[in-house]
T-cell receptor
Framework: AQTVTQSQPEMSVQEAETVTLSCTYDTSENNYYLFWYKQPPSRQMILVIRQEAYKQQNATENRFSVNFQKAAKSFSLKISDSQLGDTAMYFCAFMKPPGKLIFGQGTTLQVKP | NAGVTQTPKFQVLKTGQSMTLQCAQDMNHEYMSWYRQDPGMGLRLIHYSVGAGITDQGEVPNGYNVSRSTTEDFPLRLLSAAPSQTSVYFC?????????????FGPGTRLTVT
């Protein structure tokens, strides 16, 4: 069975600085997807970024990028130029197609002014 | 496009009562699923469906039933509510064809069982 581990329950960062959230996973699958979801206090789940396991290039979406290390089964999220609106809980998730998501425990990120 | 909608937003039940959480999507997605989120934990998969008439169990299916008679709707039934089912419930949907597999989530239902 797949597992996803987020070892940082809480993190904080100053506005405009960079922060990295860690995620490791365990799987014997070769074809899978990895996601980072953001959950603000409104509790809506928002997709931040996605990575296909067969792609070597790290995904980037504006201020958000990942460091995907397939051999090490590591999938960290880097947030550059942190903004107050980035304050939220962040979940790392593993998916074997077509859709069963396995989530980590989450990291609460506080961006301080 | 309304996306994924869930009703109700909040619900309080007494132990032993039954109820149905509604989920609907208007994106013609084949794949739909139900998750529950407990404090301090990530979302856990309850049941999922890869198309109308097809459902299967996820990680925590006990105490819940689902059916999928149409592509659009995927209701979750609590047969006899227990305090351990107090949680926030999310419905999600996505395409199953080759692609991004992005799952679109509903706004959630906060359920309290007393």
């Amino acid at each position: 069975a797949q597992t996803v581990t987020q070892s940082q329950p809480e993190m904080s960062v100053q506005e405009a600085e960079t922060v990295t959230l860690s995620c490791t996973y365990d799987t014997s699958e070769n074809n899978y997807y990895l996601f980072w979801y953001k959950q603000p206090p409104s509790r809506q789940m928002i997709l931040v970024i996605r990575q296909e396991a067969y792609k070597q290039q790290n995904a980037t979406e504006n201020r958000f990028s990942v460091n995907f290390q397939k051999a090490a089964k590591s999938f960290s999220l880097k947030i550059s130029d942190s903004q107050l609106g980035d304050t939220a809980m962040y979940f790392c998730a593993f998916m074997k197609p077509p859709g069963k998501l396995i989530f980590g425990q989450g990291t609460t990120l506080q961006v301080k002014p | 496009n309304a996306g994924v909608t869930q009703t109700p937003k909040f619900q309080v039940l007494k132990t032993g009562q039954s109820m149905t959480l509604q989920c609907a999507q208007d994106m013609n997605h084949e794949y739909m699923s139900w998750y529950r989120q407990d404090p301090g934990m990530g979302l856990r998969l309850i049941h999922y469906s890869v198309g109308a008439g097809i459902t299967d169990q996820g990680e925590v299916p006990n105490g819940y039933n689902v059916s999928r008679s149409t592509t659009e709707d995927f209701p979750l039934r609590l047969l006899s509510a227990a305090p351990s089912q107090t949680s926030v419930y999310f419905c999600a949907s996505s395409y199953t064809g080759q692609g991004s597999y992005e799952q679109y989530f509903g706004p959630g239902t906060r359920l309290t069982v007393t």
